[in-house]
């Protein structure tokens, strides 16, 4: 019996290496966008719309009208589409059942059939009939259009918010939506930040880091296609790719998310950020607000969820820490350049 020493060989990947820029030279302009009484009369003509009932009415259709349809679809003698008293709003945005159909409904009557063809577009998925034409044969059986209520204190009332007058209703609006714009325009400066940080950076990522990060992103890709019940393979097969192909489309995104990650990472480090267990508890309780103490007790004890949530804490502190120093260079506050040139992660 021979006892030759047991060997293992195994493959690790190196560490990236990242030398972060002088946060100093850093200068990110984000222009707000002006909200104004326009913007609160598109809000106030979608609740209108929301709240208002179809009627039936006599005339010829036109766009945003709800027409009740027989429709049959024929590509050389194959039928695509056959069915009877349908609901269809036609519009230039609308490309069902093919681009073009709905131009082909304006102008007609009630009672009218119209025959006419449209061409099935060269990127259609179905082999047999794409780039052919589609000849339609299509009956008008009833047109409605949108009753909407006339704008005024009553209208605002129906809201059912509280509001007394019409101006209550406007006030509010214009309030939500400079809100919203001040935090579109904080998340805009934000991720122009991370990005400029992102681009000055010298980074090199070891080939096997990215291939993993791609791996993470084909997982992600099953996942989410399994919550529709359809495989990868039937995805592939409808894009007309491979597996290979599409994980070589991946890369440039997986390095990006890996860099991302690698900056964010080394940011906490440079601002001397900590995080306590009360921090990273209080947060996955948050989270999980609404489920019960068995399973929110159950999560808690999870060293994944744990890790998890301390990456996005440590990560949201940093990106605090970026955009004030950056702001402060903008307002001439800045006294340090934080950045640090030696910061090379080497094992």
């Known amino acids: 019996i021979g006892y030759e020493p047991l060997s293992f060989k195994a493959i690790v990947p190196l560490e990236p290496e990242l030398i972060l820029p002088d946060y100093g030279s850093i200068r990110i302009n984000v222009e707000r966008k002006k909200v104004g009484d326009r913007e609160v009369e598109e809000v106030l003509d979608r609740y209108r719309s929301d709240s208002a009932p179809w009627v039936p009415v006599e005339r010829s259709v ?4 709800l027409v009740t349809l027989d429709v049959e ?13 349908i609901d269809y709003i036609p519009s230039m945005e609308n490309q069902s059942p093919l681009p073009g159909f709905s131009v082909q409904l304006e102008g007609l009557e009630r009672g009218i059939t119209k025959t006419f063809s449209v061409k099935v577009p060269d990127e259609y998925t179905d082999e047999t009939i794409k780039g052919k034409d589609c000849h339609f044969t299509v009956t008008v059986n009833e047109i409605k259009e949108k009753l909407l209520p006339i704008l005024d204190d009553e209208f605002a009332k129906g809201i059912g918010e509280g509001f007394e007058t019409l101006d209550d209703l406007r006030a509010d609006i214009l309030d939500r939506l400079n809100k919203n714009m001040d935090l579109q325009t904080q998340e805009e400066f934000n991720e122009q930040a991370l990005q400029e940080v992102v681009d000055k950076s010298v980074v090199v990522v070891p080939d096997l880091i990215i291939k993993r990060e791609v791996d993470n992103m084909v997982d992600d890709q099953q996942r989410a296609l399994k919550s529709r019940n359809i495989e990868l393979d ?10 290979n192909e599409l994980r070589e489309e991946m890369r440039p995104a997986a390095r990006e998310r890996v860099v991302r990650n690698l900056v964010l990472k080394n940011l906490s480090k440079e601002f001397n950020i900590e995080i306590s267990d009360s921090e990273v508890e209080s947060q996955i309780k948050d989270m999980f607000a609404g489920a019960n103490k068995r399973s929110i007790r159950r999560v808690l004890k999870s060293d994944e969820v744990k ?31 934080i950045a640090s040139k030696t910061n090379v992660l080497k094992k």
């Open 307 to 337: 890790k998890s949530v301390s990456i996005s804490i440590l990560n949201r502190k940093a990106m605090e820490n970026l955009v004030n120093l950056i702001k402060s260079n903008k307002s001439g506050k800045s006294k340090s350049k």
């Open 73 to 85: 679809g024929r590509v050389e003698l194959k039928t695509i589409l056959k069915q009877e008293r």
């Open 234 to 243: 039937s995805y592939l097969n409808h894009l007309g790719k491979s597996e």
């Open 62 to 65: 036109k766009f945003g009208d």
